[in-house]
């Protein structure tokens, strides 16, 4: 998996320090195993109580600003609620199947508060729930730097991962 290119796009910009920070060390770390990318998007402006309609136009909006930043012949791997539950010992193990499958890169999707657009969903290879429950999308960042860095500590056989 070393040298594989990890672009991480988001809906959504961080703005709490503790978010930052935490996100800042892992994406310091990685740089030792891959080369890592991450987008920040913005995220569509709706009104206090939206209605569905204007959430579906908002996120079809996101998901053509998403689209466009994907790179081509890109495991696409969209975060959302209804995706699959893997442990890290599984998510390390199929990340390694597509690099050496001759994936040159991977994209994880993180969508707005308000989710990500079934076109997007549709387009992963691997739809990937982090747990049944609801944390905000910032925290789920963080949380997804921290298992990218993970999978690469499993892969080497490193004791970070017990």
């Known amino acids: 998996m070393k040298g594989i290119g990890v672009h991480i796009i988001c809906v959504g910009k961080l703005k709490e320090k ?48 998403v689209r466009g930043k994907i790179p081509k012949g890109a495991a696409v791997i969209a975060l959302c609620v209804e995706g699959t539950l893997l442990s890290s010992e599984k998510l390390a193990a199929r990340l390694e199947q597509w690099s050496a499958g001759g994936t040159g890169s991977l994209v994880f999707l993180i969508g707005s508060s308000y989710g990500m657009h079934p076109s997007l969903k549709a387009q992963a290879k691997l739809k990937l729930s982090m747990s049944p429950m609801t944390f905000p999308h910032h925290l789920a ?22």
Do not use: W
């Not at 960042?141 to 017990?162: A, P, T």
């Open 18 to 65: 503790f978010y930052t920070d935490a996100a800042a060390e892992y994406v310091k770390r990685l740089g030792a195993y891959c080369k890592l990318q991450l987008t920040e998007l913005p995220e569509e402006r709706l009104p206090q109580n939206p209605s569905q309609a204007q959430i579906d136009a908002a996120l079809e909006k996101e998901a053509q600003a």
């Open 141 to 162: 960042r963080v949380m997804l730097l921290e298992q990218i860095y993970r999978c690469f500590k499993i892969q080497e056989g490193s004791g970070y991962h017990k």
